[in-house]
């Protein structure tokens, strides 16, 4: 929010050394590969730890409400896969119509 008179600044905050390591020993990877780890890379790895396919369920889950990440309760958050044949669909519709 904006205050007449006043500069709003942007903070960035810096994790404490012994949190980064602390975090590198859970991931068992170096802080800065973290930080840099683009969503595919991050996917991949998760799913190489796993030994399993990373999923995100269209079908709600009641236990999650209030616990985690909203967009997972609210069916919110999907894979590029699943992007893809949405938009698949949405094209094969769209001929079909222009027929």
């Known amino acids: 929010m904006n205050c007449p008179g006043k500069e709003v600044e942007n903070t960035m905050y810096e994790l404490q050394p012994k949190t980064k390591k602390n975090i590198e020993a859970c991931l068992a990877l170096e802080f800065d590969d973290i930080v840099k780890i683009d969503s595919s890379d991050e996917l991949q790895w998760v799913e190489s730890i796993r030994k399993s396919k990373v ?44 027929r």
């Open 55 to 98: 999923e995100f369920p269209s079908t709600r889950d009641t236990r999650k409400n209030s616990r985690g990440n909203p967009l997972l309760s609210r069916r919110r958050l999907r894979t590029m896969a699943e992007i893809d044949k949405g938009l698949a669909e949405i094209v094969k519709r769209n001929k079909k119509r222009r």
